[in-house]
Each structure stands twice: as structure tokens, then as C-alpha cells.
């Protein structure tokens, strides 16, 4: 068995396209060598700055010898008057084959020409010298580039590239316009500790002859050097390093030989907010933060660089990164100083200068659209006027931090500033928490509001984005959703759900298109309330599925089908819009009794009913027996066994469905059972279609009330049985 070595070199790769490069080898690499019948024992994948490499063991000499059975044309084409045609001669010359070797044999579509052919396995090293150039220029990514004269396009310029087959290359000429070169043993080893070149004697020792070169090209490994040394140093220093898992990731894709280097800055800085302090080191420099214990939020003076250069240099590496340091702190310092000169909500005029979509206007006007959003939201939840008031003054100010110089600089600090300035400013704290609140969750581990003035300014400015957006047309389509209105909805669900708020969603939804096409004559999208709702629905059934792991047939049996052409489905949808808590809650109850088996002592008896039921007229809506169904025209014992039995449900329904209580729905569906079972099939059963119409209606009645009991909690049609 061989060992094959690939190694694309190159001029410095962006972090990024290396660990996205070997995710797509992960994928392409074995698949490519299945279709091509190669087993594999191993496959092993590095990258550094200036290297993609695979090493895969295990490979055989050849391909196995396999058999194959191809089909040819009709047997109506290949023979005429049981002679050969030209049709037959020439898949015969095609295939390597000879008439007799054809096979007719019939298959749904008539009789054809089969043959059966032996192909013999292909030498791996000649697969190999077609493969390779695939698995280099079919990575895809961003802002790929071209060199010199030629036409190539990869993420950076390659330089040099190692081919070997256990000790011997493997020749493969990579052409560039008047650049030309062929794969061979040698590699390059660190530009600063070992620039000689490294020769490769085998395809195994090639990890060892790096790590002589100096370099590390196990990405794992080199990511578990750089949390050793970060912490050591910190350590060193009476701290402990913070290192977020995003800038970890990165850095490990920067250095090649990584040495973590303890730098520090004057204690004065740390006057300003740590976010500030670590915005600057992790998103500008790729500094790592030195806390004073682990899960403090207090920083120490110092700071943890990744060098990729001399560790004897180490405190010449520091220096100059103290004083790149120290000249962003400065420059934060002074943001900072001057920003707090005046209250937030002195900004918002400089509001009226930003633009937040060029159809929906300023920022200014998104802002005076979230308050009014945020009312609508605090009249459904009837909150004091001393909440009003808070949200009101909340929503003012939520996006005035956005013409402040810091977040102008950074970003990513929206929100975090608008917090602080608010308390310098002397906002009410429950104001300052808001502003911070509203933004969240910013990503998928970040956390959600945790005050009710947060989620009410949250949910309301993700509103006027997902209407805004939507008014003009700009639905998210496949992967593509530049506003993030999927995120955007996703998040007002969740803080529905994780704070238990009692939002009609729908109402809202009416009032806000409705103020919205008001306002905006100019737009003229009658489908938008629609629109908006069908998304919403679709995020329900998203979160439920995915994030709340409920089975698919019971969110369909909460929600209705996906097509919402049946009337039946159309009803559960507004009721989900209506009470999102509700909809969640049935969702997850469904699944519980799922599990604990009780939805198996119900579900045949409803199902059956509701299968008949939906051969009569009886609407959805109707629990109580007494003007529906006629005892008159009973002409079985079991008939009004079912008849008291519904009479006696009705007020536990109506209980369950107003305290909603589905546990107790569920009891009284299972203690039904027996009764309608021996409607069914007991000794007293009965013909529900039977053939004088107004008995067969009386008896479908019965069936349809059942059925809508059952329909408080869910559609069991929908249900798939388990």
C-alpha cells in the first residue's frame, strides 16, 4: 500500500480560505476517490499561510478489476430480420465487444442490447496525475486572483508544488502563461527561521520535515500550542488569557510556527470600557485580552500577540506591538472623551444624515417608526405607563450611538456604547440595558433581552426592517439574505417564546403594514401582509422543527400543512400567528405524549373519526352536541353512549382550552376512546355511511364533533402514526 503527498505552496493564503480550503477537500477528496474505486485507509488534511497539503495512506497500486454491464440501443434497432444493423456494429465497435457478446433482454421500457465488459483497474498513479489538478483548482472562494501573464485564478499566487507517491514525484506540470513549473520533493520551510529549502526523501516524513523547517502544519496541533503559550504568558503576568474560539481560529490560520509574545499598555487605558479595550485588541490587532481571573470581566495591562517570526526577537515583536497599541487605546481614549460631551439624545438629528435603506429613508425615520412599533406592542401587553414611558424613551434612543466617533470606528460596538453613553448621560438604567438589549442575540451563541424594555424595542425594530425590506419587493431568496430578515424573524419568535410574551403577532403585523403603505404612498405592494405572514409562519416552523426538535408531522398537526390551500390549515396558521405561545406549546406537548406513548392510546380512535368526519359538512369550530346532532334518530345504544360522552367532554374541552391545560384534553380524549371504539366495532357498532341520508349526517356529526375536540390541540390528520 502507498502513501501520496500533495502540496500546493503559495504566497501568503487570507485565514479564511485556509481552514475553508480543507473543509471542501474534506468533502471532495474521499468522495472523488470513491468514484474512482479507491479505498483509502487514511486521509490527513494541513494548511498553513503558505501551504494546502492532503496525505493520504492506504492507497493501492491500481484500481480493482471490475465488471461492468452496459446498455445499448433497442433490439428493434441492433436487429433487422435477425441480422446485425449499422446501430448494432457500431455500440459493438464502441464497447471493444463483438455481436455475440450482446445479451437481449427485456426491461419495463421493451428489449434491449446489454453487454457485460471487464475493465481492468487503472495504475493509482495515473489517476493521481488527474485528479490532482482538480483537487487544486476546484476550491472555490473569495476574490480569487491572477498572476503574471497567465489565467489561472486560486486565492494567492502558487509558487511550488510537491507531488510524491511514496519516494517517488509524481510529474505535474502546472502552466501559467510564460510561468511554468513541475511538482518535486522540495518544499519551503519558515521565511525567518529556516528559509533554506526542505526536500521531502518520502510522501510519510512529511510533517517531520516540516517541523525541522519550523514548521507547524497540523492546524490542531498548532491551535493547542497557541492556547499553551497564550495562557503561560498570562500566567506570567498573574492573569489568565481570554481567547474567543472566532479569533483562535483565525490566528491559528496566520502563523506557521506560532510563539505567543506578552506585550503591555499603560494602566491608565483601562479607564475606558473593557469592550472598547477588547474591540481593539481582538478585531483590529488579533491581540488576546489578559483577564485577572478566569470568568472576570477585568482586564489587566496587558495583551497577547501570535508572532510568526524570531522568539529571540520576542521583545523587539512586543515593543512594536506596545506602540501600535497604545496609539488605537488613544485614539479610543479620545472617541470616548468626546462622544460623552453630550447626551444621546443630542445625536439624533445626525440621524436624519444616515441612511438606512435609500427607499425607506434616514435612520431618523426608522427610529421615529420603532417607537411607534414599540407602542403597538406595549398596548398588546398592557404594561404600566411607568414601562411605557421607559420603552418609549428607550426606543429614542436606540440608534443614536450609530453617529457617535466610537462606534464609527467600530462597529461592532452598536449598542455596547449606546449603553454606556446613555449612563453617562443619566438615563434611567432600565433605558441604558435597553439600548444594549435590543440588539440581541447579535449571533447564535449569543444570549437574548433579558428585560422587558429590551425585548419590546428588539422585537419592534426588527419589524420595521422585515416591513420596510419586504414593502420593496426584497425577499430573501436561497442562501441569499443581505438584510438578514431570516435571522430578523427568527428573533422575534425566540423572544416571544423565551419570555413568555403574549403577542398576537398577526394584529400586529395588520397594524404595522397598515401605518407602514400609510405613510408610504409611494410603495405599492397589496401582497405584503401576506407575504409577511407566510414568512413568519415558515420561521414557526423552522424554530420548531430544528431549534425545538419537534417531528415534522406534528408541527405540520400545529400549523397546518405547508400548502395552505385547505381551509383547516389556513385556520391553524392564523391561530399560530395569533398566539405564538400557544402554537409552541402544543407543539412540545405533542411531542411529550409522543414519547410517554399516550398519543398512541388516542390517535387511532381520532384519526379514524376525523377521516370520516371530513366526509360531512359539520364545520371545524362547533364542541356541543346538543343542535347538531338529533337522538331521534338513533338507532343504536352506541349512538348515544357517544352523544352523553361528547355532552360530558365539552366543559373539560373548554377548560383545557382556556387555562390550556392539554393534559387534561388529552385525558378526556382517552377516557372517549372505548365509547367511540364501540361505536365502531362493538357488539352495538354501527354503518356511519348509512343510507338514509339524514341518519348517515347524524352520525358523521358525531364523528366531526369528535374530531374538533381533538382539533383544540391539534390536526391528528396530519399526525403520521408512530
Not at 452496459?70 to 446501430?87: D, L, M, R, Y
Not at 493509482?124 to 489538478?133: G, H, I, K, M, S
Amino acid at each position: 500500500m502507498a502513501t501520496f503527498l500533495l502540496e500546493v505552496g503559495t504566497e501568503e493564503l487570507p485565514a479564511s480560505f485556509v481552514s475553508s480550503a480543507l473543509e471542501q477537500w474534506k468533502t471532495r477528496i474521499p468522495a472523488r476517490l470513491s468514484e474512482a474505486f479507491l479505498t483509502v485507509e487514511s486521509i490527513q488534511l494541513y494548511g498553513t499561510p503558505r501551504r494546502l497539503a492532503v496525505l493520504i495512506q492506504g492507497l493501492p497500486e491500481k484500481q480493482p478489476d471490475r465488471q461492468e454491464e452496459i446498455k445499448g440501443p433497442s433490439a428493434q434497432a441492433a436487429f433487422k430480420n435477425g441480422k446485425p444493423t449499422k446501430a448494432a456494429e457500431g455500440f459493438a465497435r464502441s464497447r471493444g465487444v463483438s455481436i455475440e457478446d450482446f445479451e437481449v433482454r427485456s426491461t419495463d421500457k421493451g428489449e434491449f442490447v446489454f453487454v457485460r465488459q471487464n475493465i481492468p483497474g487503472r495504475l493509482v498513479a495515473d489517476l493521481l496525475t488527474e485528479l490532482v489538478p482538480e483537487w487544486i483548482f476546484g476550491l472555490e472562494g473569495k476574490r480569487f486572483m491572477r498572476w503574471g501573464d497567465g489565467d489561472l485564478r486560486f486565492s494567492r499566487p502558487i509558487r511550488w508544488l510537491v507531488t510524491l507517491l511514496d519516494d517517488a514525484v509524481l510529474p505535474i506540470a502546472i502552466e501559467n502563461g510564460s510561468e511554468h513549473f513541475t511538482s518535486d520533493r522540495i518544499t519551503r520551510g519558515h521565511r525567518v527561521l529556516h528559509p533554506a529549502p526542505i526536500t521531502i526523501p518520502t510522501a510519510s516524513d512529511y510533517v517531520a520535515c516540516l517541523r525541522q523547517g519550523a514548521i507547524e502544519v497540523d492546524p490542531a496541533e498548532r491551535r493547542s500550542q497557541i492556547e499553551s503559550q497564550a495562557q503561560t504568558v498570562a500566567k506570567s503576568v498573574g492573569g489568565v488569557a481570554a481567547i474567543s474560539p472566532e479569533l483562535l481560529a483565525e490566528v491559528t490560520d496566520l502563523v506557521e510556527s506560532p510563539n505567543a509574545v506578552i506585550g503591555k499598555f499603560d494602566p491608565a487605558f483601562l479607564e475606558l470600557p473593557a469592550e472598547v479595550i477588547i474591540t481593539e485588541m481582538e478585531s483590529h490587532q488579533r491581540y488576546f485580552p489578559v483577564l485577572k481571573a478566569a470568568g472576570s470581566t477585568e482586564l489587566l495591562p496587558y495583551f497577547i500577540t501570535v508572532s510568526n517570526g524570531d522568539p529571540a526577537k520576542a521583545d523587539i515583536i512586543a515593543a512594536g506591538n506596545e506602540r501600535v497599541i497604545r496609539a488605537r487605546l488613544s485614539d479610543g481614549k479620545y472617541f470616548f472623551d468626546v462622544d460623552r460631551k453630550q447626551g444621546l439624545e443630542d445625536y439624533l438629528p445626525r440621524l436624519e444624515t444616515v441612511t438606512f435603506q435609500e427607499d425607506l429613508g434616514s435612520v431618523r425615520q426608522k427610529v421615529d417608526r420603532i417607537v411607534s412599533i414599540a407602542n403597538l406592542i406595549a398596548d398588546q401587553l398592557q404594561v404600566s405607563e411607568a414601562d411605557r414611558t421607559t420603552i418609549q424613551r428607550a426606543a429614542l434612543l436606540c440608534k443614536a450611538d450609530l453617529v457617535t466617533q466610537m462606534v464609527g470606528e467600530f462597529p461592532e460596538l452598536q449598542g455596547v456604547m449606546g449603553e454606556k453613553y446613555a449612563l453617562s448621560a443619566g438615563e434611567p438604567p432600565a433605558v441604558a440595558t435597553a439600548i444594549f438589549e435590543h440588539y440581541l442575540p447579535r449571533g447564535a451563541q449569543d444570549h437574548f433581552p433579558q428585560t422587558l424594555i429590551g425585548q419590546v424595542v428588539g422585537i419592534a425594530d426588527r419589524l420595521d426592517t422585515l416591513v420596510g425590506i419586504f414593502s420593496l419587493g426584497m425577499l430573501p431568496s436561497g442562501s441569499s439574505d443581505p438584510f438578514a430578515l431570516r435571522r430578523a424573524a427568527n428573533a422575534i419568535v425566540n423572544i416571544t417564546w423565551i419570555a413568555n410574551l403574549p403577542l398576537n403577532l398577526d394584529a400586529l403585523l395588520q397594524r404595522v403594514v397598515s401605518d407602514f403603505m400609510a405613510t408610504h404612498a409611494e410603495v405599492k405592494n397589496p401582497a405584503l401582509l401576506g407575504q409577511l405572514q407566510a414568512f413568519f409562519l415558515q420561521r414557526i416552523r423552522t424554530q420548531l422543527q430544528e431549534d425545538r426538535e419537534v417531528d415534522y408531522d406534528l408541527v405540520n398537526a400545529v400549523l397546518g400543512a405547508e400548502s395552505d390551500e385547505a381551509v383547516s390549515d389556513r385556520e391553524y396558521a392564523e391561530r399560530a400567528l395569533q398566539d405564538l405561545l400557544d402554537v409552541r406549546d402544543r407543539a412540545l406537548f405533542l411531542q411529550s405524549i409522543r414519547h410517554n406513548k399516550m398519543l398512541d392510546a388516542i390517535y387511532e380512535t381520532i384519526n379514524r373519526s376525523a377521516r370520516l368526519a371530513a366526509q360531512g359538512d359539520l364545520n371545524t369550530a362547533s364542541l356541543d352536541p346538543g343542535s347538531l346532532v338529533e337522538p331521534h334518530l338513533f338507532q343504536s345504544p352506541s349512538e348515544q353512549a357517544f352523544y352523553d360522552a361528547l355532552a360530558q367532554l365539552v366543559p373539560k374541552t373548554q377548560a383545557a382550552q382556556a387555562d390550556r391545560n392539554y393534559q387534561n384534553l388529552v385525558n378526556a380524549l382517552t377516557e372517549i376512546a372505548p365509547v367511540v371504539s364501540n361505536f365502531f366495532d362493538g357488539e352495538n357498532s354501527v354503518l356511519v355511511m348509512d343510507e338514509d341520508p339524514n341518519i348517515r349526517r347524524n352520525r358523521l356529526n358525531l364523528l366531526g364533533l369528535l374530531r374538533n375536540h381533538a382539533r383544540v390541540l391539534a390536526d391528528f390528520g396530519a399526525i403520521v402514526k408512530s
